[in-house]
């Protein structure tokens, strides 16, 4: 039995009058991402480091931001979509660590309700999904609130068969 690991990062500008989707879910805030899709850094992240463990290249190329197909897409679609394609080329996800560095909102409050989105999308254990934030104190571009960043390590199982 053979083990991957994968690891994917995200960042995205952030703006006023846009949303801030993150881990699947809505976040209230005055600034929202600029993107293609919904532009949910954490599911990026995480689609980037299953795609990266499985040996099947990046989100950008799965899911290509020139494509209109992709525009305003809902990322837990992508999220689902990467799932099906890393089990068909035969591996399970064992486990998910992610974090989302921002400096504004603080995200701990809506951290179960990413993971539980997650893992429902998965369809795995939500012990299986860590999500954690952390700000910059104030340093780069996340302390600035220019914009947000997400990065993401997973471990996948060489399915039997």
């Given at each position: 039995?053979?083990?991957?690991?994968?690891?994917?990062?995200?960042?995205?500008?952030?703006?006023?009058?846009?949303?801030?989707?993150?881990?699947?879910?809505?976040?209230?805030?005055?600034?929202?991402?600029?993107?293609?899709?919904?532009?949910?850094?954490?599911?990026?992240?995480?689609?980037?480091?299953?795609?990266?463990?499985?040996?099947?290249?990046?989100?950008?190329?799965?899911?290509?931001?020139?494509?209109?197909?992709?525009?305003?897409?809902?990322?837990?679609?992508?999220?689902?979509?990467?799932?099906?394609?890393?089990?068909?080329?035969?591996?399970?996800?064992?486990?998910?660590?992610?974090?989302?560095?921002?400096?504004?909102?603080?995200?701990?409050?809506?951290?179960?309700?990413?993971?539980?989105?997650?893992?429902?999308?998965?369809?795995?254990?939500?012990?299986?999904?860590?999500?954690?934030?952390?700000?910059?104190?104030?340093?780069?571009?996340?302390?600035?609130?220019?914009?947000?960043?997400?990065?993401?390590?997973?471990l996948l199982k060489e399915t039997d068969g």
């Open positions: 039995m053979s083990y991957r690991v994968g690891q994917g990062y995200d960042v995205h500008r952030l703006a006023t009058e846009e949303t801030l989707w993150l881990g699947g879910v809505l976040i209230p805030h005055s600034k929202g991402t600029v993107a293609h899709s919904d532009g949910d850094v954490l599911i990026h992240a995480i689609c980037d480091a299953l795609l990266g463990a499985a040996g099947l290249g990046n989100i950008g190329l799965l899911f290509p931001d020139t494509s209109v197909k992709f525009e305003n897409i809902d990322s837990k679609i992508l999220l689902k979509k990467t799932c099906t394609l890393v089990q068909e080329n035969g591996f399970t996800i064992v486990n998910i660590d992610s974090t989302l560095i921002a400096q504004n909102p603080r995200l701990n409050p809506w951290i179960p309700q990413m993971v539980n989105v997650m893992a429902g999308v998965l369809e795995i254990d939500p012990g299986r999904v860590s999500v954690k934030a952390t700000t910059t104190e104030k340093l780069g571009f996340e302390g600035r609130e220019e914009g947000i960043s997400a990065q993401a390590v997973v």
